[in-house]
């Protein structure tokens, strides 16, 4: 996908939010770390949000690597209010140097509870397919072969919830981990 962006002109914005999120020993890796080139059209978002559960300190930040892409960047955020706060940066910087080893309790958790998720719908809900993600606390469910009517709301509906187009869970679900 990277490749086909650089080859129309199109810059690169890469949400790798749930980077630490990853099982089975499996790494993430970075899209800016695909080639000098693809580095050079993409801002990486990045958070200890997800990984370390601080989402309320509203803390985030942008990796631009191309000096031109930066100023850019922040050029267009010129007169926007930033909402960091002092205590959000520092849980954002303990989470970041402290936090190894409860990353790595918290991996091995969310790991069986994928694991057991996978093991329950494999045995206890038929027609139902689940592929195991590399990463992440989010699990996507495949529910094509129960030959449901499309549950996506009319444009006149206000859902509370919706679900996605099918797509191949195969070899999109987790795939920033390797």
């Given at each position: 996908m990277a490749t086909a962006c650089l080859d129309q002109g199109a810059l690169?914005?890469?949400?790798?939010?749930?980077?630490?999120?990853?099982?089975?020993?499996?790494?993430?890796?970075?899209t800016a770390s695909?080639?000098?080139?693809?580095?050079?059209?993409?801002?990486?978002?990045?958070s200890a949000s997800k990984a370390y559960n601080i989402a309320g300190m509203?803390?985030?930040?942008?990796?631009?690597?191309?000096p031109a892409t930066r100023l850019a960047f922040n050029n267009a955020r010129?007169?926007?209010?930033?909402?960091?706060?002092?205590?959000?940066?520092?849980?954002?910087?303990?989470a970041l140097t402290h936090g190894g080893p409860w990353l790595q309790a918290l991996l091995g958790y969310l790991?069986?509870?994928?694991?057991?998720?996978?093991?329950?719908v494999q045995t206890r809900l038929p027609g139902i397919r689940m592929h195991?993600?590399?990463?992440?606390?989010?699990?996507?469910l495949d529910c094509s072969a129960l030959g449901l009517d499309d549950p996506t709301p009319s444009s006149s509906s206000k859902p509370r919830s919706a679900s996605a187009p099918a797509w191949n869970s195969e070899t999109t679900a987790g795939s920033s981990c390797a």
């Open positions: 690169i914005i890469s949400d790798e939010i749930h980077a630490e999120l990853c099982f089975d020993g499996r790494r993430h890796i970075p695909l080639s000098p080139e693809i580095a050079r059209r993409t801002i990486t978002l990045m509203k803390t985030c930040f942008a990796i631009i690597q191309d010129a007169g926007m209010v930033d909402s960091v706060s002092p205590l959000g940066l520092e849980a954002t910087l303990a790991q069986a509870n994928r694991d057991y998720l996978l093991h329950a195991a993600p590399q990463g992440t606390y989010l699990a996507w």
